[in-house]
Protein backbone atom coordinates (compact mmCIF):
# COMPACT_ATOMS: atom_id res chain seq x y z
CA UNK A 1 0.00 0.00 0.00
CA UNK A 2 2.47 2.09 0.96
CA UNK A 3 4.05 1.60 -2.70
CA UNK A 4 1.09 2.65 -3.97
CA UNK A 5 0.26 5.89 -2.32
CA UNK A 6 3.95 6.83 -3.23
CA UNK A 7 3.46 6.15 -7.09
CA UNK A 8 0.03 8.10 -7.19
CA UNK A 9 1.74 10.47 -4.84
CA UNK A 10 4.44 10.95 -7.42
CA UNK A 11 2.04 11.55 -10.14
CA UNK A 12 -0.01 13.72 -9.01
CA UNK A 13 2.51 15.72 -8.45
CA UNK A 14 3.75 15.79 -11.42
CA UNK A 15 0.52 16.88 -12.59
CA UNK A 16 0.54 19.75 -10.80
CA UNK A 17 4.32 20.92 -12.56
CA UNK A 18 2.76 19.94 -15.88
CA UNK A 19 -0.47 21.98 -15.40
CA UNK A 20 1.47 25.34 -14.65
CA UNK A 21 1.88 25.55 -18.56
CA UNK A 22 5.53 24.68 -20.53
CA UNK A 23 7.17 24.96 -23.94
CA UNK A 24 5.88 22.93 -26.39
CA UNK A 25 8.96 20.59 -27.03
CA UNK A 26 9.60 17.02 -27.06
CA UNK A 27 11.25 14.03 -25.56
CA UNK A 28 13.73 11.39 -27.15
CA UNK A 29 14.30 8.09 -25.74
CA UNK A 30 16.65 5.69 -27.06
CA UNK A 31 17.04 1.52 -25.17
CA UNK A 32 18.90 -0.94 -26.24
CA UNK A 33 18.08 -4.78 -25.86
CA UNK A 34 21.45 -4.98 -25.53
CA UNK A 35 23.21 -4.71 -21.54
CA UNK A 36 26.39 -2.44 -22.78
CA UNK A 37 26.18 1.30 -22.28
CA UNK A 38 24.97 3.53 -25.18
CA UNK A 39 26.17 6.74 -26.12
CA UNK A 40 23.72 9.36 -28.02
CA UNK A 41 24.58 12.20 -29.30
CA UNK A 42 21.97 14.55 -30.54
CA UNK A 43 23.41 17.49 -32.82
CA UNK A 44 26.73 16.99 -31.53
CA UNK A 45 25.71 17.12 -27.93
CA UNK A 46 26.70 13.77 -25.35
CA UNK A 47 24.64 11.84 -23.60
CA UNK A 48 26.58 9.33 -21.70
CA UNK A 49 24.87 7.80 -18.67
CA UNK A 50 26.16 4.52 -18.79
CA UNK A 51 23.09 2.57 -19.19
CA UNK A 52 21.40 0.77 -22.06
CA UNK A 53 19.10 3.24 -21.75
CA UNK A 54 18.71 7.11 -22.20
CA UNK A 55 15.63 9.37 -21.83
CA UNK A 56 16.41 12.98 -23.17
CA UNK A 57 13.85 15.69 -22.06
CA UNK A 58 13.13 19.39 -22.98
CA UNK A 59 14.22 18.64 -26.84
CA UNK A 60 13.30 21.13 -29.61
CA UNK A 61 10.54 20.57 -31.55
CA UNK A 62 12.25 20.10 -34.90
CA UNK A 63 14.62 17.62 -36.88
CA UNK A 64 17.62 16.35 -34.90
CA UNK A 65 20.56 14.56 -35.66
CA UNK A 66 20.84 11.58 -33.96
CA UNK A 67 23.96 8.96 -33.59
CA UNK A 68 23.58 5.85 -31.17
CA UNK A 69 26.74 3.99 -30.13
CA UNK A 70 27.20 1.45 -27.79
CA UNK A 71 30.32 0.04 -26.03
CA UNK A 72 31.54 -3.30 -28.03
CA UNK A 73 35.39 -4.57 -27.05
CA UNK A 74 35.22 -5.09 -30.87
CA UNK A 75 34.09 -2.38 -32.25
CA UNK A 76 34.70 -0.58 -35.36
CA UNK A 77 34.57 3.22 -33.95
CA UNK A 78 37.00 3.79 -31.55
CA UNK A 79 36.13 7.19 -29.61
CA UNK A 80 35.44 8.88 -26.54
CA UNK A 81 38.58 6.77 -25.04
CA UNK A 82 36.79 2.86 -25.83
CA UNK A 83 35.40 1.14 -28.79
CA UNK A 84 31.95 1.17 -29.96
CA UNK A 85 29.63 -0.31 -32.17
CA UNK A 86 27.61 2.89 -34.01
CA UNK A 87 23.74 1.15 -34.22
CA UNK A 88 22.09 3.77 -35.26
CA UNK A 89 22.85 7.66 -37.29
CA UNK A 90 20.15 9.47 -39.03
CA UNK A 91 18.10 12.74 -38.66
CA UNK A 92 14.86 12.02 -37.23
CA UNK A 93 11.62 14.26 -36.76
CA UNK A 94 10.36 15.49 -33.01
CA UNK A 95 7.09 16.78 -32.96
CA UNK A 96 5.67 19.22 -30.55
CA UNK A 97 4.44 17.67 -26.94
CA UNK A 98 5.45 14.17 -28.97
CA UNK A 99 8.12 11.52 -27.38
CA UNK A 100 9.75 9.41 -29.47
CA UNK A 101 11.16 5.63 -28.46
CA UNK A 102 14.19 4.18 -30.24
CA UNK A 103 14.62 0.43 -29.73
CA UNK A 104 16.96 -1.69 -30.70
CA UNK A 105 16.71 -5.22 -30.22
CA UNK A 106 19.50 -7.85 -29.91
CA UNK A 107 19.73 -8.67 -33.73
CA UNK A 108 20.50 -4.51 -34.52
CA UNK A 109 16.55 -4.32 -36.02
CA UNK A 110 15.55 -0.64 -35.08
CA UNK A 111 11.45 -0.04 -34.04
CA UNK A 112 10.24 3.60 -33.70
CA UNK A 113 7.44 4.48 -31.73
CA UNK A 114 5.70 7.77 -31.47
CA UNK A 115 2.94 8.99 -28.84
CA UNK A 116 1.75 11.76 -27.60
CA UNK A 117 2.99 13.85 -24.19
CA UNK A 118 -0.19 13.87 -22.60
CA UNK A 119 -0.60 16.68 -20.30
CA UNK A 120 -1.95 15.81 -16.86
CA UNK A 121 -4.56 17.77 -14.94
CA UNK A 122 -5.78 19.15 -11.73
CA UNK A 123 -8.81 16.47 -11.01
CA UNK A 124 -7.34 13.57 -13.11
CA UNK A 125 -7.55 11.55 -10.65
CA UNK A 126 -8.28 7.86 -9.84
CA UNK A 127 -12.19 7.27 -9.76
CA UNK A 128 -12.30 4.18 -8.82
CA UNK A 129 -13.57 2.20 -12.11
CA UNK A 130 -12.62 -1.51 -12.91
CA UNK A 131 -9.40 -0.88 -14.75
CA UNK A 132 -8.29 -4.41 -14.13
CA UNK A 133 -10.03 -7.06 -16.50
CA UNK A 134 -9.77 -10.32 -15.98
CA UNK A 135 -12.42 -11.43 -18.53
CA UNK A 136 -9.69 -13.77 -20.03
CA UNK A 137 -8.36 -15.68 -17.35
CA UNK A 138 -11.86 -15.78 -14.79
CA UNK A 139 -9.58 -14.94 -11.34
CA UNK A 140 -11.18 -14.22 -8.24
CA UNK A 141 -8.10 -12.86 -5.56
CA UNK A 142 -10.01 -13.95 -2.69
CA UNK A 143 -8.74 -17.62 -3.82
CA UNK A 144 -5.22 -15.91 -3.06
CA UNK A 145 -4.98 -14.04 0.31
CA UNK A 146 -1.53 -13.08 -0.40
CA UNK A 147 -1.90 -11.45 -3.79
CA UNK A 148 -3.34 -7.61 -4.28
CA UNK A 149 -6.60 -7.13 -4.67
CA UNK A 150 -8.51 -6.58 -8.30
CA UNK A 151 -9.01 -2.86 -6.53
CA UNK A 152 -5.86 -1.77 -5.62
CA UNK A 153 -4.56 -3.30 -8.65
CA UNK A 154 -6.47 -1.72 -11.10
CA UNK A 155 -5.34 1.39 -9.12
CA UNK A 156 -2.00 0.57 -9.82
CA UNK A 157 -2.45 0.09 -13.56
CA UNK A 158 -4.24 3.24 -13.68
CA UNK A 159 -1.04 5.19 -12.41
CA UNK A 160 1.32 3.22 -14.14
CA UNK A 161 -0.38 3.80 -17.30
CA UNK A 162 -0.39 7.42 -17.21
CA UNK A 163 3.23 7.78 -17.37
CA UNK A 164 4.56 9.05 -20.58
CA UNK A 165 7.58 7.23 -21.37
CA UNK A 166 7.79 3.05 -21.28
CA UNK A 167 11.24 3.71 -19.50
CA UNK A 168 9.47 5.31 -16.45
CA UNK A 169 6.44 2.67 -16.30
CA UNK A 170 9.38 0.24 -16.17
CA UNK A 171 11.02 1.50 -13.18
CA UNK A 172 7.09 2.01 -11.47
CA UNK A 173 6.43 -1.98 -12.22
CA UNK A 174 9.69 -2.91 -10.73
CA UNK A 175 8.78 -1.09 -7.97
CA UNK A 176 5.08 -2.06 -7.30
CA UNK A 177 6.44 -5.73 -8.04
CA UNK A 178 9.28 -5.69 -5.65
CA UNK A 179 6.36 -4.77 -2.82
CA UNK A 180 3.51 -6.54 -3.59
CA UNK A 181 2.74 -10.68 -4.35
CA UNK A 182 0.33 -11.23 -7.76
CA UNK A 183 -1.81 -13.72 -9.56
CA UNK A 184 -0.92 -14.34 -13.13
CA UNK A 185 -3.88 -12.88 -14.66
CA UNK A 186 -2.58 -10.00 -12.94
CA UNK A 187 1.07 -10.17 -13.98
CA UNK A 188 -0.61 -10.37 -17.67
CA UNK A 189 -2.48 -7.50 -17.19
CA UNK A 190 0.81 -5.59 -15.88
CA UNK A 191 3.36 -6.72 -19.03
CA UNK A 192 0.38 -5.42 -21.48
CA UNK A 193 1.09 -1.92 -20.41
CA UNK A 194 4.53 -2.34 -22.25
CA UNK A 195 5.84 -2.32 -25.90
CA UNK A 196 8.51 -3.54 -25.80
CA UNK A 197 9.63 -7.78 -25.83
CA UNK A 198 12.39 -7.20 -23.42
CA UNK A 199 10.66 -5.17 -21.07
CA UNK A 200 7.93 -7.37 -20.91
CA UNK A 201 10.48 -10.14 -20.28
CA UNK A 202 12.99 -8.74 -17.93
CA UNK A 203 9.46 -7.85 -15.66
CA UNK A 204 8.09 -11.20 -16.38
CA UNK A 205 11.36 -13.04 -14.87
CA UNK A 206 11.31 -10.44 -12.11
CA UNK A 207 7.22 -11.45 -11.14
CA UNK A 208 7.93 -15.09 -11.23
CA UNK A 209 9.13 -15.07 -7.24
CA UNK A 210 6.13 -12.62 -6.08
CA UNK A 211 3.32 -14.98 -8.36
CA UNK A 212 1.12 -16.90 -5.40
CA UNK A 213 -0.06 -19.44 -8.72
CA UNK A 214 3.10 -19.94 -10.42
CA UNK A 215 2.04 -23.45 -11.22
CA UNK A 216 -0.11 -21.77 -14.21
CA UNK A 217 3.12 -19.35 -15.05
CA UNK A 218 3.28 -21.01 -18.43
CA UNK A 219 -0.14 -18.26 -19.16
CA UNK A 220 2.16 -15.61 -19.26
CA UNK A 221 3.66 -16.89 -22.73
CA UNK A 222 0.60 -15.20 -24.40
CA UNK A 223 1.82 -12.08 -24.09
CA UNK A 224 5.04 -12.82 -25.74
CA UNK A 225 5.71 -12.54 -29.82
CA UNK A 226 8.93 -14.72 -29.96
CA UNK A 227 9.98 -18.16 -28.94
CA UNK A 228 13.69 -17.11 -27.62
CA UNK A 229 11.55 -14.58 -25.44
CA UNK A 230 9.52 -17.66 -24.25
CA UNK A 231 11.98 -20.02 -24.30
CA UNK A 232 14.24 -17.57 -21.94
CA UNK A 233 11.65 -17.42 -19.51
CA UNK A 234 10.89 -21.41 -18.88
CA UNK A 235 14.54 -21.01 -18.24
CA UNK A 236 14.22 -18.52 -15.49
CA UNK A 237 11.50 -20.86 -14.26
CA UNK A 238 13.18 -23.80 -14.07
CA UNK A 239 16.19 -22.47 -12.61
CA UNK A 240 14.57 -21.15 -9.26
Known amino acids: MKAISTLLTSFLFTSSIFAAGFRPTSILTVKSADRSAIVVIVDDKRYDFGSN ?12 DVTVYQEDFNG ?6 KNYDVLFKSS ?17 IITMNES ?22 NVNTTNYSEAINNYE ?8 SKENMEWNRMRSAEQIINTNYFTV ?4 QLLRLFNLES ?3 ELAKLAYDKTVDQSDYY ?4 IFRYNNSKDELSRCIHSH
Not at 76 to 81: D, K, L, M, N, P
Open 53 to 64: AIMIEGLDACEH
Open 76 to 81: SVYCFG
Open 92 to 108: VLLKPRTSLLIAIDDCG
Open 116 to 137: RIRTPRFGDTWKGGNFYNNDDD
Open 153 to 160: FGRVLWAI
Open 185 to 188: SQVK
Open 199 to 201: NKL
Open 219 to 222: AIND
